[in-house]
């Protein structure tokens, strides 16, 4: 059961959450998002016993939402539904958050109320909003982040026998590789943040699970940094310098940086770190963002 939902007008026109049993906002009714439908292509020949699929299309999936405006006490069930009337429309796209997790959609039609007087009223309004989600895949509301960089970390004796400081018995020093668990059930595109605190000739980052890669080349200096992003339709590669100047350095990429292998596979990827010089390896901090997608969510 669906007890609370929160939906985001990516126009900045503000959100409005509605909960099951909400006699003071929207009460919340049943929300159907549907199932995602897999179109296969399959192919056979003469004689054959059965067919072969050699391909399958996803597409999106639709959305209802009923639900009732009530009139707790407080008077203002008109000024609620002009909210909703104002707020939901077809030509605006929305982000839909249930528990930690978001999809985004875009309704089909203006917000519905019912005709009949029992829920039509005085005191009660019930309301439907359907769409369509276009993108079929829940995506976690934040994104994960790992980082290469474990270095500092010292581990010390809780007692110092009489010595003037703790005793050091071990350190973690920096890391050139990290492992990156990916929860969802597809391949996700990820941020890559690099931060350069000296020269650095020729990053590239690895994914040693897909036998990915993506670099640059070009030379990096103290104070810039770069952003590679391996999302589909999002391909980036920018550099922000020391003086805070943006640049688009797409065109220096590594001709052998391959972008579908430099997304993240479900379940572990171990990412390595690499430079011409390794020991320059030293000058960057990374860190990788994600986010995990999702068929369903109940």
């Not at 009949?116 to 005191?123: A, T």
């Not at 509301?141 to 018995?169: H, I, W, Y």
């Amino acid at each position: 059961m669906i007890e609370e939902i929160k939906i985001t007008s990516l126009t900045g026109r503000g959100s409005v959450t509605m909960r099951t049993r909400d006699y003071k906002a929207y009460w919340l009714g049943p929300v159907d998002w549907g199932q995602v439908h897999g179109d296969h292509q399959a192919y056979e020949y003469y004689n054959q016993v059965g067919q072969k699929i050699v391909g399958t299309k996803v597409g999106g999936r639709g959305l209802s939402i009923t639900g009732w405006v009530v009139d707790g006490g407080t008077g203002d069930l008109r000024q609620r539904c002009d909210f909703l009337n104002a707020f939901i429309s077809p030509v605006e796209d929305y982000t839909l958050e249930y528990e930690g997790r978001k999809i985004q959609f875009r309704p089909d039609d203006s917000i519905g109320y019912s005709s009949e007087y029992r829920k039509n009223n005085r005191l009660v309004r019930q309301f439907i909003i359907t769409a369509t989600m276009p993108y079929p895949l829940f995506s976690d509301a934040q994104n994960t982040a790992s980082a290469f960089d474990s270095s500092g970390k010292l581990f010390r004796f809780p007692q110092n026998f009489g010595r003037t400081a703790p005793v050091v018995f071990g350190s973690q020093k920096k890391t050139y590789s990290v492992e990156v668990h990916n929860a969802g059930g597809f391949q996700t595109g990820m941020l890559i943040k690099l931060r350069f605190s000296g020269e650095v000739q020729n990053p590239r980052i690895k994914n040693l699970t897909t036998e990915g890669m993506a670099g640059v080349r070009r030379t990096f200096n103290r104070g810039e940094s770069l952003e590679i992003d391996t999302t589909p339709g999002k391909k980036k590669m920018l550099l922000t310098t020391a003086g805070g100047k943006e640049q688009n350095i797409l065109k220096y990429r590594d001709v052998n940086t391959t972008w579908r292998k430099m997304l993240l596979a479900p379940g572990r990827n171990l990412l390595a770190l690499d430079c011409d010089d390794l020991n320059q390896r030293d000058a960057m901090s990374v860190t990788v963002y994600y986010t995990p997608l999702y068929l369903e969510v109940e």
